[in-house]
């Protein structure tokens, strides 16, 4: 019997290795890897620049906590900032950790300077979100699986429709001090608001003197083809939460940017943590922000969005999409409901299978629920590499004559 916790159930394959937009398996088989880690890898396996400032930190510092100042933590923090037009930055390590930042940060600004009463501060959020699994955090989810059994849970969230700009606005009062929602929703399915939504909710959010948290952990940092997603509305949040990217796909570091009176609200002692912005982590990062400060990735984001979104739209006009939808290199797609089976015998989750037939043509992609699919491909793929990946999507979904 395996010691492995069952708390995932991954695809059959044991990878050994990995570089660029392509892994391994011991077996010495190769699969184009266009899940990246769901947008962890958005610079491919051990990008050589990452991986060489991974090793040079080894060598010199690695762990100071924050009982002590090192060298990196200022310097990695000011760019951040630069990079993403934000006063300040607190560094944590896991995406649902910056996640339960910012919410700290809301209330507390809540409770100081709005001047909500203490204990009563609301924040919206959407449904179908996924911010991670703490407590607090599952309490607002609207996934069964997600929330079943792990009560009592945290309250103070009101759960709205995504995408209902005018759904948000009602649901604040007098005791609300966020909206937090993800620009666009990643494990629900690539899911785009809807267009006008973004600037909308800016405005219901200045006009109650609401904080807007925007949960980039995996929409930001390259994906949509704008260093993050809300740039794509032009609009710019009060808080943004970053992780996965911002490690490089080789240490767990994640933020929340964002207003200097917000985050200033947290004084020594409120909130921290041992490995938050440690010497290795600023390392890898500081060289994922040289990478993202060029705007060569968010550039190759863009163009090959176009060769992921124009592919996919041709399976849906073939129909064997039902729909597909996404920016950047990014896409979620749902596959035709399959007719009941003739024996009666359960036809299982239609993205699993899909999943799977794509692994055994040597491409490595993960359903996100039921029949819904989503792509993320390292951004460093090659157009070439792509347009095979697609093609054995095609070959996968095309029924044998
Ligand atoms: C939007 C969003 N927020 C938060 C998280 C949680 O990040 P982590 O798994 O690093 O805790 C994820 C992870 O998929 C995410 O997609």
């Not at 009563?120 to 699994?133: L, M, P, Q, S, Y």
């Not at 966020?178 to 909308?200: N, S």
Request: hydrophobic residues 45%; glycine residues 12%.
């Amino acid at each position: 019997m395996s010691h492995l916790a069952h708390n995932y159930d991954p695809l059959p394959v044991e990878l050994a290795r990995a570089d660029g937009a392509w892994a391994w398996d011991a077996d010495g088989r190769r699969y184009l890897d266009l899940l990246a880690g769901y947008s962890a890898l958005n610079f491919g396996h051990r990008h050589p620049a990452l991986v060489a400032a991974a090793h040079r930190q080894l060598d010199t510092l690695t762990l100071t906590s924050r009982a002590f100042r090192h060298v990196l933590l200022e310097p990695w923090a000011d760019r951040l900032a630069a990079l993403t037009g934000a006063a300040m930055v607190l560094p944590m390590n896991t995406g649902a950790e910056a996640v339960e930042t910012a919410i700290k940060a809301a209330r507390k600004w809540g409770y100081d300077v709005k001047g909500v009463p203490d204990g009563e501060a609301t924040i919206v959020v959407g449904a179908g979100n996924f911010h991670g699994r703490t407590t607090t955090i599952v309490s607002f989810s609207t996934d069964d699986d997600a929330r079943r059994g792990f009560a009592p849970y945290t309250p103070g969230f009101r759960v709205v429709p995504y995408g209902d700009a005018a759904a948000v606005e009602a649901a604040i009062d007098e005791t609300t001090v966020a909206v937090l929602l993800e620009p666009i929703q990643g494990e629900q399915g690539v899911v785009v608001p809807p267009e006008g939504f973004w600037p909308r909710v800016r405005a219901v959010c200045d006009a109650h003197d609401v904080l807007l948290v925007a949960d980039e952990i995996q929409s930001g940092l390259g994906r949509t083809g704008t260093t993050l997603a809300l740039d794509l509305w032009g609009v710019r949040a009060d808080l943004t939460t970053l992780g996965k990217a911002l490690g490089g796909g080789i240490v767990p570091i994640s933020a929340v940017v964002g207003r200097a009176d917000v985050l200033g609200v947290l004084t020594p002692g409120t909130h921290g943590s041992t490995f938050g912005g440690n010497p290795l982590a600023c390392a890898v990062s500081l060289a994922v922000l040289d990478l993202l400060e060029t705007g060569e990735h968010q550039e190759r984001a863009k163009v090959l969005g176009e060769v992921l979104h124009g592919e996919l739209q041709g399976l849906v006009a073939d129909g064997l999409l039902a729909a597909s939808r996404g920016v950047g290199l990014w896409a979620g797609f749902d596959v035709p409901v399959a007719p009941e089976p003739d024996d009666g015998a359960p036809g299982g989750a239609p993205g699993r299978a899909l999943c799977e037939a794509l692994l055994a043509r040597g491409v490595l992609a993960k359903e996100a629920h039921g029949r819904t699919v989503r792509l993320a491909p390292p951004l460093v793929v090659e157009e070439e590499d792509l347009r095979w990946g697609l093609t054995q999507l095609r070959d996968a979904l095309t029924p044998p004559r």
